[in-house]
């Protein structure tokens, strides 16, 4: 007993093209005049057939590799595809796990002629394929040239009549609302407040971050829209006037790595991390009910993922605490002296450790034992193709290894001495507070009750660092009264209360 499967598929295209209904009707047929059972049947509705990226046709591909029926039927091959590298792939796939292809409408013989014809209906679902993609193109382009919408979701604030942009009068009032705070530098959650206490919504549901900075963002509240390499002025009606527009737009590129003022820097960013839940903490600000702008470090855990409960710290209070406890560490020269003979003797240890020098010296020890005995049995007269190509292996990973350990032996040589330590110490505290935080600090962990500030020690690139606990009672983070240097093993610590 012969058994199948049957595939159709219509393009969202050409609405007019044979229904699903009429290619199932064929395909059936065919089968019961050539006696084969249909034993199920794989849609694709709307799809398009100039690649194979569709899900009922992966899964027929899929499943045809358990073998359980002999044919895969189709109306026309055009059904089964129109790319004819993908199309050869597919039924080369279909070939392997002994599954033929059928076209029940174009009778193809197993025979050298019915190969080119089968060929030559695949070319010619390609050339149409290609022929409707450029016919489509140059449509939509000429309907842009008219001033047309040619598809795709409208923006908030408009509506298609006729095929043309129109403006919708209360939505647009929203977006030249949500500009207008935005420019007053009134920051999106506060924007989202005040639209959802006037009972404002976004196509039914509460506005949120992402739609706010999307409308933010979205040229065709200018009159603008971009197609490629083509620009339109004709196809969406102006919401928002140029100049508020390009208020708007300026700000967003200053507010792009986190600071939400574009004349207001955040001297950590890119520094703090929460201690409880490791995202990174950004500047954000607020507007007090006395209309003064507050600057603070909030963790994105909280306000961007509902995952976490830390406080957020004062901007300035964080950024004193953390400039003060590194000029608390070095208040003196001694300290200085004590702190980088500390930091020689822990880059001493680590050089002396040298153990991934350790492990390349052992591979090469291996790799010039391997060589050696495919040597002796090369002089042997046991000589092969594979005993070449391992040989000549061995040899390219030797080079490697000889490169990567003069690397290694190099930096063994390249010792920190301790008059490098003290001037690059003093040149950072000679600084101001921006040059302090960034000459030195490598990376704030920030707790509740205690900071972790961890140190570069060194300008020359390299990623050591030493941990700094600060602890503090509130998360206004006080000045330091008292601190104590802590010196252990393997790092440079300095406890500080409040």
């Known amino acids: 007993?012969?058994?199948?499967?049957?595939?159709?598929?219509?393009?969202?295209?050409?609405?007019?093209?044979?229904?699903?209904?009429?290619?199932?009707?064929?395909?059936?047929?065919?089968?019961?005049?050539?006696?084969?059972?249909?034993?199920?049947?794989?849609?694709?509705?709307?799809?398009?057939?100039?690649?194979?990226?569709r899900a009922s046709f992966q899964r027929m591909l899929k499943d045809s590799a358990k073998r359980a029926w002999d044919y895969v039927i189709v109306y026309k091959i055009d059904r089964f595809g129109r790319n004819k590298y993908e199309l050869a792939m597919n039924k080369h796939t279909l070939?392997?796990?002994?599954?033929r292809l059928i076209s029940a409408m174009e009778n193809i013989p197993e025979t050298p002629e019915g190969i080119i014809?089968?060929?030559?209906l695949e070319g010619m679902a390609e050339y149409y394929s290609a022929e409707l993609s450029q016919k489509i193109r140059r449509g939509n382009n000429e309907s842009r040239k008219k001033g047309n919408v040619t598809g795709g979701k409208m923006p908030y604030g408009y509506k298609i009549v006729d095929k043309k942009a129109v403006i919708v009068p209360e939505q647009a009032e929203v977006v030249r609302y949500i500009y207008e705070q935005y420019a007053k530098n009134v920051i999106a959650k506060d924007i989202i407040k005040a639209l959802a206490d006037r009972g404002v919504l976004y196509?039914?549901?509460?506005?949120?971050?992402?739609?706010?900075?999307?409308?933010?963002?979205?040229?065709?509240?200018?009159?603008?829209?971009?197609?490629?390499?083509?620009?339109y002025t004709n196809i969406y009606p102006q919401i928002?006037?140029?100049?508020?527009?390009?208020?708007?737009?300026?700000?967003?590129?200053?507010?792009?790595?986190?600071?939400?003022?574009?004349?207001?820097?955040?001297?950590?960013?890119?520094?703090?991390?929460?201690?409880y839940c490791g995202n990174s903490i950004n500047g954000v600000s607020a507007t007090a009910r006395?209309?003064?702008?507050?600057?603070?470090?909030?963790?994105?855990?909280?306000?961007?993922?509902k995952i976490c409960k830390k406080k957020s710290v004062r901007k300035d209070a964080l950024e004193n605490v953390v400039v003060q406890a590194i000029m608390t560490l070095f208040e003196n020269n001694a300290m200085i002296d004590g702190f980088a003979e500390k930091i020689i003797a822990v880059n001493q240890k680590r050089l002396q450790d040298q153990s991934v020098l350790k492990l390349l010296q052992q591979e090469q020890?291996?790799?010039?034992?391997?060589?050696?005995?495919?040597?002796?049995?090369?002089?042997?007269?046991?000589?092969?193709?594979?005993?070449?190509?391992?040989?000549?292996?061995?040899?390219r990973r030797q080079e490697e290894l000889s490169e990567k350990i003069l690397v290694e032996q190099a930096k063994v040589k390249t010792t920190i001495k301790k008059a490098?330590?003290?001037?690059?110490?003093?040149?950072?505290?000679?600084?101001?507070?921006?040059?302090?935080?960034?000459?030195?600090?490598?990376?704030?962990?920030?707790?509740?009750?205690?900071?972790?500030?961890?140190?570069?020690?060194?300008?020359r690139g390299n990623s050591e660092y030493l941990d700094v606990p600060i602890h503090s009672t509130t998360t206004e983070l006080p000045v330091i009264n008292t601190c104590s240097p802590v010196i252990g093993s393997e790092q440079v610590a300095l406890e500080i209360k409040a």
């Open 203 to 231: 196509h039914g549901k509460p506005f949120v971050r992402n739609t706010v900075y999307k409308i933010l963002q979205n040229t065709k509240y200018s009159g603008v829209y971009t197609h490629g390499d083509e620009v």
């Open 95 to 99: 070939k392997l796990n002994g599954i």
């Open 290 to 305: 006395s209309g003064e702008r507050k600057r603070y470090y909030s963790c994105s855990g909280r306000y961007d993922k």
């Open 365 to 395: 020890d291996q790799i010039a034992k391997a060589k050696h005995n495919l040597i002796v049995a090369i002089e042997q007269g046991i000589i092969t193709n594979t005993t070449k190509e391992r040989l000549q292996e061995l040899e």
């Open 420 to 459: 490098d330590v003290i001037a690059f110490i003093k040149k950072a505290l000679n600084n101001n507070a921006e040059r302090i935080i960034d000459l030195l600090v490598r990376q704030v962990i920030l707790f509740d009750d205690k900071i972790i500030i961890k140190c570069n020690y060194s300008d």
């Open 117 to 120: 014809l089968e060929s030559l």
């Open 240 to 275: 928002v006037p140029d100049d508020l527009f390009k208020i708007v737009q300026a700000k967003n590129v200053g507010n792009r790595y986190g600071s939400l003022s574009q004349y207001v820097k955040y001297l950590l960013r890119k520094k703090v991390v929460c201690g």
């Open 1 to 53: 007993m012969k058994t199948g499967v049957i595939y159709a598929r219509y393009s969202s295209d050409r609405q007019t093209e044979q229904s699903i209904e009429g290619q199932l009707r064929v395909c059936n047929e065919y089968a019961v005049r050539n006696e084969i059972v249909v034993v199920d049947t794989y849609i694709d509705r709307a799809m398009t057939g100039t690649n194979d990226k």
